[in-house]
């Protein structure tokens, strides 16, 4: 059974998203975010309904995670054209910065075809910068990803910078930002709702599913639960304070017996480590973890796991 197919189901059963505060769970995480050394904003969607956040509206650097909203948006980009994600570009050595993490580069020094599917694995698995900016530049550049995303709905985010903008000028990274309830809100849409094809949602969803960034985030005490995670990171440089200006994992749990949440999670202008504020994000994933398969909370719709 396809991921849309089980998703469908959820479709039919999932209320319109409101903000209900479950004031043990937003406890549990406020505790967990006290005295840090940056700016934690973290919200949950629990199947597709219940609402938790903790500094839900903050503003946040994206970072990578802004590729998952590229992606949507060349789905998007790609539908209203009659392309199809099998559909091959052309890549020369010149679109391939050398200077960037880029495993494409590493692999195709010399460039070549690659499908647009290839070239998404590569940006949202790998989080491939010179992936990510090929794409922009098939669907004419962030203004068109930001203008997509807000037609679907979304307000409280901005993507203004390519990757190759924000190498040049750390800065820059800045001015792609989102809420975590606005990040939130557009993984539960895909999951959810019918925003783009159900094929291309499905590839989406399980390219996100083989993420292979951030394993000290989300995904670090969910190892051996049985749940399948989906997810996407994004990862700063330290700005000219010595400060980490973003690190974040924006992900879905989907836990053995069918329930859902999405999480999303970002850690702000840390004065911390690299390996603390990574910590900080699997401990907030721990906590949201253990409120819902604990059954503290009931979670709706029940659906299948997604995979077969």
Not at 282 to 287: E, H, L, T
């Amino acid at each position: 059974m396809t991921i849309f197919r089980i998703l469908a189901c959820a479709v039919m059963l999932s209320t319109a998203v409101g903000v209900s505060a479950d004031e043990v769970l937003a406890g549990r995480l406020r505790a967990a975010c006290d005295g840090f050394g940056a700016e934690a904003g973290v919200a949950v969607i629990a199947g597709g309904s219940d609402t938790t956040v903790v500094n839900g509206g903050l503003h946040c650097p994206m970072l990578s995670v802004f590729k998952l909203h590229e992606a949507i948006a060349v789905a998007r980009f790609a539908e209203e054209r009659g392309l199809c994600l099998s559909d091959t570009l052309a890549v020369t050595c010149d679109m391939l910065d050398a200077d960037t993490w880029s495993p494409l580069r590493d692999a195709h020094p010399r460039g070549g075809r690659f499908t647009i599917a290839r070239l998404l694995e590569y940006s949202i698995g790998q989080s491939d910068n010179n992936a990510c900016d090929i794409l922009f530049g098939m669907i004419g550049g962030t203004e068109w990803a930001d203008s997509c995303l807000r037609s679907m709905g979304l307000t409280d985010f901005a993507i203004r910078r390519d990757e190759g903008e924000m190498h040049e000028d750390i800065e820059a990274c800045r001015d792609n930002w989102s809420t975590p309830l606005e990040a939130a809100r557009l993984l539960d849409m895909l999951l959810s709702r019918e925003i783009i094809d159900p094929a291309n949602r499905d590839f989406i969803l399980r390219t996100m599913i083989g993420c292979s960034t951030g394993r000290g985030r989300l995904a670090a005490p969910l190892a051996a639960t049985g749940v399948t995670l989906g997810h996407k990171t994004g990862t700063s440089d330290r700005d000219a304070l010595g400060r980490a200006i973003g690190t974040n994992d924006v992900g879905f749990v989907l836990l053995p017996d069918g329930r859902r949440y999405v999480i999303a999670v970002f850690v702000k202008d840390s004065h911390e480590s690299d390996e603390a504020n990574e910590a900080l994000i699997a401990d907030i994933s721990r906590i949201v973890y253990e409120h819902y398969a604990g059954g503290e909370k009931t979670l709706h719709p029940k659906v299948k796991n997604i995979l077969p």
